[in-house]
């Protein structure tokens, strides 16, 4: 197969990022007194000193004013038992928190339970880049790590377990 870096269909981009296998994770905000929550596969570690994360959301999200900088969200890494609540958070619109089992930090930002870990952050940049908004955000806090949990991953279209690991 060979590559033309000149012509190419948005479809045949958009197949091609996702053949890249990510972590899903649901970040928490609140806006007007409101909680929030999307799901994003655009989630990266960005800095150790200080500890910085970025995670990208679509220009036409009406979520993005819960980002503006200062304001604080979490990030919760989803284990492969939380599908149900990447599928939740990725419906456009407000989405019911009925269901979800959560606990709000000092700052009224809620951490899903049973996450494999959540980053309490407050938003320090934002740089926004073709049709996407890249948040920064520096790290406040991190929940204890479940380290027998298995990350949910998003491949093709599809959410995946790890399966077992081979060493």
């Not at 870096?5 to 091609?16: I, V």
């Not at 599908?83 to 019911?96: D, I, N, R, Y």
Request: proline content about 2%; overall charge positive; hydrophobic content about 45%.
């Amino acid at each position: 197969m060979s590559i033309d870096s000149l012509h190419f269909r948005e479809a045949q981009f958009k197949e091609a990022m996702g053949s890249l296998a990510s972590g899903v994770s649901v970040v928490t905000a609140r806006h007007e007194n409101e909680a929030i929550g999307i799901t994003v596969s655009s989630f990266a570690s960005l800095s150790l000193l200080p500890p910085l994360i970025l995670f990208c959301l679509d220009l036409k999200s009406k979520s993005r004013a819960a980002f503006a900088p200062r304001k604080s969200f979490a990030v919760n890494l989803l284990c492969d038992q939380q599908k149900h609540l990447a599928q939740h958070f990725a419906q456009s619109g407000k989405k019911s928190w009925d269901a979800i089992a959560f606990e709000e930090n000092k700052l009224g930002v809620r951490i899903l339970k049973k996450s494999i870990v959540s980053l309490a952050c407050t938003v320090s940049k934002q740089h926004k880049s073709g049709d996407h908004i890249i948040i920064i955000g520096k790290v406040d806090a991190v929940s204890a790590v479940d380290k027998n949990a298995k990350p949910l991953l998003y491949f093709r279209r599809h959410y995946h377990d790890l399966g077992g690991i081979t060493e």
